[in-house]
C-alpha cells in the first residue's frame, strides 16, 4: 500500500474527540458570557464613582510632585477562572484535532474541531475586546468631564 492509499483509514477517534470538546467549550463559552459574571460584583455607578475619585487623586499627586503608590495586583474571581478553563479547553480541542490529522484520520471531523475550537476562544477575545472598547469610551466621557473641572489637564 502506498501513502496514498493508505492515508484516512485510521478511525478517527481524536477528530470526533476534538471535534466533541470544541462543541462543549463553544458552549461553555457562551454560558460564561451570558449567564455571567457569576462573582459579585460592584454596580457601574460605584466603579465609574472610584475610578473618577482615583483620577482626582492621581492628578493631584502628580501636580504636587508626590509620587504614586504602588501597583496593587488585581485578585482572579470565579469569572477569570471560568474564562481561563474555557480557553484552555478550546486549547485542548484543537490539539485533539490537530492530532488527528497527524494520525491522518478524517479530515472533517478533526477539521471541525480545529474550527469550533478555534471560534470557541475568538467569541471570548472578541467579545473581551468590544467591552474593552466601551470601557475606554466610557473613560473618555468621564475625562472630558473632567476638562472642565481641570481647565488645562486634559486637554480641554
Known amino acids: 500500500m502506498t501513502d496514498v492509499t493508505a ?3 485510521h478511525s478517527p477517534v481524536f ?3 476534538g471535534f466533541v470538546v470544541a462543541s462543549i467549550t463553544l458552549l461553555a463559552a457562551l454560558f460564561v458570557f451570558w449567564a455571567g459574571p457569576f462573582a459579585p460584583q460592584q ?13 482626582g487623586k492621581s492628578t493631584l499627586r502628580s501636580a504636587a510632585g ?3 503608590p504602588d501597583p496593587v495586583v488585581p485578585t482572579r474571581d470565579l469569572d477569570d477562572y471560568l474564562q481561563i478553563g474555557v480557553a484552555m479547553l478550546g486549547g485542548i480541542a484543537i490539539i485533539l484535532a490537530v492530532v488527528g490529522l497527524l494520525r491522518h484520520e478524517r ?3 478533526a477539521i471541525a474541531g480545529i474550527v469550533v475550537g478555534t471560534g470557541a476562544i475568538l467569541f471570548q477575545f472578541f467579545a473581551m475586546a468590544f ?9 473618555m466621557a468621564l475625562l472630558n468631564s473632567f476638562s472642565d ?8
Open 149 to 156: 473641572v481641570f481647565s488645562g489637564l486634559f486637554g480641554g
Open 66 to 68: 508626590i509620587d504614586q
Open 43 to 55: 454596580t457601574a455607578g460605584v466603579s465609574l464613582g472610584e475610578l473618577a475619585a482615583e483620577i
Open 15 to 17: 477528530g470526533w474527540l
Open 107 to 109: 479530515r472533517r471531523p
Open 7 to 9: 492515508s484516512d483509514n
Open 131 to 139: 467591552f474593552a472598547l466601551l470601557g475606554v469610551l466610557v473613560i
